[in-house]
């Protein structure tokens, strides 16, 4: 069974838009700090200058050059090279007209990437509302429209000057496609989650909402898949591929949407106490890791460990833990020196809910959380025993 649980909810402008797992991953991957705006730390992924160097080899080579006679060569590639860095600015803009109207809506906006795609902005648990939603999604293409149209009636001022007037030329082309591309109504596009706040707000039903807007994220990513091979037959290789590889990341996270809300809809209303596992082996602190592992691992196939001392339970060790020590260490390791202190332990009560579980593992990084009554560890949950106990429910049909 797979899944993305996620709990942020990122907005992407530009060319195409990251899956949602790709998205936590790009958050989580350093690059280089720009410095922040209105508080929001904003980056540049490292697939970012990659793109910036395609884009100044297309426009300083192939674009400029064709539309502009009789310029120095090396003007080509610096304008060509502005234009890129001004396109990133666009795209920047896009992502804080989304999060200035998040924040308004007291949500946290917790970072800013440019990458490959173009940009993505991490905003903080769900909209409080079908409205907040709406207005925050519209931002973006509302702020890329404004630009288009400033860059348009800026344009005849700068006719004395040809560089300067072909970038506004085509930056207003570009911000105005950007607009265009990111209101197409399928999640995660922002013209998705239009939808999904329209739906949302005539149903009140948020669930059924992002079903539609995810399904409907499918079939525009298939439809730009199928114009991308369409383009490669026509003999526009390049440009084919392109389009299809989009389709295929609208696709992508549309679909871990859909994933995710069928989900969450099994998960609904379930506690962690029905999925935890209860047989947790307790162990002596001063257990060494090799008895540990041929009396518990081995012979009874355990994966996880209470270390007690004496009647207190001082903290917990995973195989995990176990496989990061060297096993020659094994023999005089003891199961107090590789354990994760109990205070350092994240744990969830009993009667949370499993998907707030879930979303607490991913956002820690988990695999497990000790499930705590007060002082007293009441149990584990694992990811796997969310899977366990959801097949089981399955097979019962309750
Ligand atoms: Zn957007």
């Not at 030329?169 to 596009?189: D, V, W």
């Not at 079903?211 to 037959?233: D, E, K, T, Y």
């Not at 526009?236 to 069928?262: E, M, R, T």
Request: glycine fraction near 10%; include cysteine; aromatic fraction near 10%.
């Amino acid at each position: 069974m797979s899944y993305t649980a996620e709990s942020k909810r990122s907005y992407a402008a530009g060319s195409g838009a990251a899956s949602q797992g790709q998205k936590s991953a790009l958050a989580a991957r350093p690059g280089v700090a720009l410095g922040s705006i209105m508080g929001i730390p904003i980056s540049l992924d490292y697939s970012w200058f990659l793109v910036f160097a395609l884009l100044t080899w297309i426009l300083g080579s192939s674009y400029y050059p064709s539309e502009f006679k009789n310029w120095p060569p090396l003007l080509y590639w610096v304008t060509g090279a502005a234009t890129a860095i001004l396109l990133f600015a666009s795209v920047l803009l896009h992502e804080l007209g989304h999060s200035y109207i998040a924040i308004r809506f007291g949500m946290t906006v917790r970072s800013i990437t440019l990458f490959i795609f173009g940009g993505v902005a991490q905003i903080g648990a769900e909209p409080p509302s079908a409205k907040a939603e709406l207005l925050i999604a519209m931002a973006g293409p509302a702020v890329s429209l404004g630009l288009a149209a400033g860059l348009s009636v800026v344009q005849p001022l700068l006719a004395g000057n040809e560089p300067l007037w072909g970038m506004a030329k085509y930056l207003a082309f570009i911000n105005l496609a950007l607009a265009l591309f990111n209101l197409i109504p399928g999640f995660p596009l922002d013209g998705g989650r239009v939808l999904r706040a329209l739906i949302w707000g005539a149903t009140k039903n948020l669930r059924q909402a992002t079903l539609i807007a995810a399904n409907a994220g499918r079939f525009f990513g298939f439809l730009f898949i199928l114009a991308g091979v369409w383009r490669m037959f026509a003999g526009d290789i390049g440009g084919g591929i392109w389009i299809a590889f989009i389709g295929w990341f609208l696709d992508n996270a549309a679909s871990a949407q859909v994933h995710q809300v069928a989900f969450q809809g099994l998960l609904a209303g379930r506690e962690v106490s029905q999925a935890m596992s209860r047989q947790c082996v307790s162990v002596a602190a001063d257990t060494l890791l090799q008895q540990l592992v041929d009396e518990h691992v081995l012979g009874i196939g355990r994966r996880c460990f209470l270390v007690v001392r004496g009647p207190e339970t001082v903290g917990l060790m995973t195989l995990h833990r176990i496989k990061e020590v060297p096993k020659a260490q094994w023999s005089t390791t003891t199961a107090a020196d590789v354990m994760i202190p109990m205070r350092e332990v994240i744990s969830i009560g009993p009667s949370a809910d499993l998907w707030a579980a879930l979303q607490l593992m991913d956002r820690d990084g988990v695999n497990q959380l000790p499930v705590m009554s007060g002082s007293e560890v009441a149990g584990m949950l694992s990811r796997e025993d969310i899977v366990t106990y959801l097949r089981t429910v399955q097979e019962l049909g309750t």
